[in-house]
């Protein structure tokens, strides 16, 4: 698809059918990548019975889609958590397609990048939504090597499909490593198993490692995955290995009701007593629709509510902390926007707390009065509020870091103080950005990612 295709795809917009009852409130709409070829079609963002998800309709199909974005997301009011026009985007995904630089630049300030390099997989997950993109062609070196030259200083997240299936992963680590940016393997840990494969990759320059990992029980990958149980004990093994290098690792982990909610609690006492993890996220289940072999329903999903409160009650801290992380955030953003509006800051990512690990167990970064005080200075500008040494400290780190949250928390991860939190999938973030005037920095942010148009065109 040329970018002319494209103004032809924009009067089908005008045109997609209503598929929503009067029921259901229409919160976006836009265009969104379809869920089966991947081309950008038109989409609708509803919410209907306390479940939000989008209505695409891919006109080169003929289909339509229901993809389930969460429980409960815009329950809230919508406007409550609209967000400024300038919030800066915050991670380019990278396809097969080519991206010009101009257009890279047009997209904005970001603070990661995601390089999907293939869409193979060594397991068979049964809630994976990349298998009909299965047979894709690897992303090639000199495609990666081309786009990275757009970026500097960023974590550059490898990605699939499962990275390590590519047998010239550490050439590609070296050349994330060469192009002065900080090369991430998300992995499901597999290929982990094998120390000398792990030092390779380390040696190479890999920096981090971001290991999907649902639970401490044979049986969760079994019910969730659909997999062999000795998976578990493959990913006890990368854990282990991990635990031996110095290099930061995040555990990613889908939470799914009447299957692994309470191992929140295991992955978090997990993580209080063991340095080398330096965050953990928690997601629920993506319904794109496509998971033929899936069991799983909406019913499976957890909100945002519920994840915070098991989160917070097993932590025993108050609920209130994960979501003034949040106000003060945007109050951040608001407030540089307006008095600096030509300064390009780095985004925050919504839905995260910031804890300290103290001889095996986690305690706040910043009290609730602290984080009101920050959000009471920022919206009446009684700065003085904030003239506190501990709040001081973080000013200055902020300032220091250009305002970049994403080198703020590198420096954090390196010092394995700083534990993070993340809800991914859970929160209310827009879900479809359109602009008809600029179709070229159309971007979309859908499970905690920011697609570029321009990784559709072809
Ligand atoms: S490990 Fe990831 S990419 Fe591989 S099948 Fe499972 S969900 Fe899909
Ligand atoms: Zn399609």
């Known amino acids: 698809m040329k970018e002319s295709n494209l103004v032809e795809l924009n009067s089908e917009i005008i045109s997609m059918p209503e598929t929503v009852s009067v029921e259901e409130l229409v919160v ?38 229901n993809v389930f974005l969460g429980k409960g997301w815009y329950d809230k009011s919508y406007k409550d958590i609209s967000l400024p026009n300038s919030w800066p985007r915050c991670e380019v995904h990278i396809g ?63 990605f699939g499909g499962e990275p390590t299936v590519r047998e010239d992963l550490p050439e590609i680590i070296k050349l994330v490593k060469l192009s002065n940016n900080y090369p991430v393997l998300f992995t499901n ?43 578990y004990q493959q990913k006890l093994e990368a854990l282990e290995n991990l635990k031996k290098t110095n290099i930061p690792v995040v555990i990613h982990s889908t939470i799914v009701k009447e299957v692994n909610e309470h191992e929140v609690a295991k992955i978090l006492d997990y993580a209080a007593q063991n340095d080398f993890v330096s965050a953990v996220w928690f997601r629920t289940l993506y319904l794109s629709g496509e998971e033929k072999l899936s069991n799983f329903d909406k ?19 108050d609920k209130e902390y994960f979501y003034l992380w949040d106000e003060v955030k945007r109050g951040l953003v608001k407030w540089i926007t307006k008095r600096f ?13 910031y804890l300290i690990r103290k001889k095996g167990k986690f305690h706040p970064v910043l009290t609730i009065r602290q984080l009101k005080d920050i959000k009471v200075a920022l919206e009446t500008n009684r700065y003085f509020i904030l003239l506190s040494p501990c709040l001081l400290k973080w000013f200055v780190r902020l300032a220091v870091n250009g305002f970049s949250i994403a080198r703020i928390e590198r420096t954090f991860y390196k010092e394995a103080m700083v534990f993070k939190i993340c809800l991914e999938q859970l929160g209310p973030y827009p879900n479809i950005m359109f602009s008809n005037q600029h179709p070229i920095t159309l971007v979309e942010y859908n499970r905690g990612r920011f697609f570029a148009a321009q990784s559709y065109i072809d």
């Open 28 to 65: 976006e709409e836009g265009l969104s990548p379809c869920p089966s070829c991947e081309k950008l079609v038109p989409a609708k963002t509803v919410v209907r019975d306390g479940y939000t998800y989008i209505v695409k309709h891919c006109v080169f199909e003929r289909k339509f889609f």
């Open 299 to 317: 019913t499976n999903l957890i909100s945002e509510k519920e994840m915070v409160n098991m989160i917070c009650s097993h932590l025993d801290i």
């Open 341 to 353: 509006p030509k300064f390009k800051i780095s985004v925050f990512r919504l839905g995260r707390i």
């Open 96 to 158: 097969q397609k080519e991206m010009s630089e101009k257009n890279v630049l047009n997209i904005g300030e970001v603070s990661f990048v995601l390089l999907t390099i293939t869409k193979k997989c060594n397991i068979h997950c049964k809630i994976c939504y990349d298998k009909l993109l299965a047979d894709r062609i690897d992303m090639s070196l000199s495609h990666i090597e081309d786009k990275l030259r757009f970026f500097k200083n960023r974590t550059v997240i490898l």
């Open 189 to 231: 840990g597999i290929k982990l198993t094998s120390r000398d494969y792990l030092n390779c990759l380390i040696k190479n320059g890999l920096w981090g490692v971001c290991l999907s990992f649902d639970g401490f029980d044979a049986h969760i990958y079994a019910e969730l995955r659909g997999l062999d149980e000795k998976v």
